[in-house]
T-cell receptor, first 113, second 114 residues
Framework: EPEVTQTPSHQVTQMGQEVILRCVPISNHLYFYWYRQILGQKVEFLVSFYNNEISEKSEIFDDQFSVERPDGSNFTLKIRSTKLEDSAMYFC???????????FGPGTRLLVL | AQSVTQLDSQVPVFEEAPVELRCNYSSSVSVYLFWYVQYPNQGLQLLLKYLSGSTLVESINGFEAEFNKSQTSFHLRKPSVHISDTAEYFCAVILNNAGNMLTFGGGTRLMVKP
C-alpha cells in the first residue's frame, strides 16, 4: 500500500540554524500539507500546497518557514532560523483531491537546543 | 472559527469492554469529519471518515462513528476493545466552504487493560 515517507525521523539542531525536513508524498496525490504537534498540544496545520504554490497557510507559518517541491517526488519544509519553540513533531500529509482523506507520514521529531 | 473538542483526554477501559470516545465540533457550515489513530511511535493513520451519505460509518477493525448534525458530534465507539486498540485517537474536521486544512481535537488516549 502506498504511504507517505519522511526523513529524517529525528533531528537535533542548534537555535538559529536552518533545517530542512523532507517528505515523499503518495505518488498520484496532488495536495500536500505540513502539520506540527508540540509535545502535549494539538496537531496544528501549517501549510497546504497545490499546483506548485501555497494554497493555505496558518498564522504559525511565518517568514521563517518555506515549502518547496524541488522535483516530482519530494516536498520539503524549511525553517530558516530555528527557535526553541519550533521543537515539535512535524507531519507531512498528502491527498488525491480537495476535501478528501489526508494520508500522514510517520513524522520528524525536531529538537532545537 | 471552527474548533474540535475531545472531552476526555484519557479513557482507561478493560479488554472486551465497550468504549465511546467523544468528539464535538463547532461550525456554522457543513463539515467533513475524520478519526485518526496514532499508535505508539507511529504517525497518524485514518480510522474512518464521514464525507456524505449514511451518518453511521465503520472501520475495518470494528470501530464506528455516527455523525449527529443537531448535536454537532462525531463520537467513536467500539463494542468490545482489544489490548491492541491502545493508542491515541484524534478527531478532525475540514470545513466545506473553506480550504483543505484539518482542524484537530486534542486527542484521547485509550488505554486498554487486561
Amino acid at each position: 500500500e502506498p504511504e507517505v515517507t519522511q526523513t529524517p525521523s529525528h533531528q537535533v539542531t542548534q537555535m538559529g540554524q536552518e533545517v530542512i525536513l523532507r517528505c515523499v508524498p503518495i505518488s498520484n496525490h496532488l495536495y500536500f500539507y505540513w502539520y506540527r504537534q508540540i509535545l502535549g498540544q494539538k496537531v496544528e496545520f501549517l501549510v497546504s500546497f497545490y499546483n506548485n504554490e501555497i494554497s493555505e497557510k496558518s498564522e504559525i507559518f511565518d517568514d521563517q518557514f518555506s515549502v518547496e517541491r524541488p522535483d516530482g517526488s519530494n516536498f520539503t519544509l524549511k525553517i530558516r532560523s530555528t527557535k526553541l519553540e519550533d521543537s515539535a513533531m512535524y507531519f507531512c500529509a498528502s491527498s488525491e483531491r480537495r476535501k478528501e482523506t489526508q494520508y500522514f507520514g510517520p513524522g520528524t521529531r525536531l529538537l532545537v537546543l | 472559527a471552527q474548533s474540535v473538542t475531545q472531552l476526555d483526554s484519557q479513557v482507561p477501559v478493560f479488554e472486551e469492554a465497550p468504549v465511546e470516545l467523544r468528539c464535538n465540533y463547532s461550525s456554522s457550515v457543513s463539515v467533513y469529519l475524520f478519526w485518526y489513530v496514532q499508535y505508539p511511535n507511529q504517525g497518524l493513520q485514518l480510522l474512518l471518515k464521514y464525507l456524505s451519505g449514511s451518518t453511521l460509518v465503520e472501520s475495518i477493525n470494528g470501530f464506528e462513528a455516527e455523525f449527529n448534525k443537531s448535536q454537532t458530534s462525531f463520537h467513536l465507539r467500539k463494542p468490545s476493545v482489544h489490548i491492541s486498540d491502545t493508542a491515541e485517537y484524534f478527531c478532525a474536521v475540514i470545513l466545506n466552504n473553506a480550504g483543505n486544512m484539518l482542524t484537530f481535537g486534542g486527542g484521547t488516549r485509550l488505554m486498554v487493560k487486561p
